[in-house]
DNA sequence: CAGCAGGCGGCAC
DNA sequence: AGTGCCGCCTGCT
């Protein structure tokens, strides 16, 4: 089993996918892109969810800033207004940020 | 720790 | 309808 590419309804777009697996990680936790790309269906496709949140719109329902790289941190540029937005509400869920870096090993949503 | 190459999907031409 | 280029990535060197 890789993990059920969740079909609660089926996306009629793997973008759609992407929102309907963003949409089950729960507060306080963060996924990586491509365990994201991952539920939704889209293994390797890491990108393909970094390019979709990248199209959310600002007032947007979804916890995108759940949302890191590999790396445990925010893959957004440092001086962007959504780094700081997505640190914000991080911290906001008890998600503890040291130094710019989340613990996968603590906050990862493990499916 | 930093840099290069690889692989997947979307959108534009 | 087909091809090419780009991207909030990842893993290896």
């Not at 992407?18 to 269906?41: D, E, R, W």
């Not at 040291?98 to 090993?105: E, M, T, V």
Request: charged content about 15%; proline content about 7%.
């Amino acid at each position: 089993m890789v993990s059920a590419p969740l079909s609660p309804s089926p996306a009629a777009t793997n973008r759609e996918a992407i929102y309907l697996a963003l949409m089950t990680v729960p507060a306080g936790k963060v996924i990586t892109y491509g365990q994201l790309a991952s539920l939704a269906g889209l293994p390797g496709a890491a990108r393909l969810a970094g390019s979709v949140l990248c199209g959310l719109p600002d007032k947007t329902e979804l916890p995108w800033h759940r949302v890191i790289n590999a790396q445990g941190k925010i893959s957004l540029p440092v001086d962007s207004s959504g780094y700081k937005k997505q640190m914000q509400r991080l911290q906001a869920e008890g998600v503890q940020i040291k130094n710019g870096k989340i613990s996968l090993r603590i906050y990862g949503y493990n499916n």
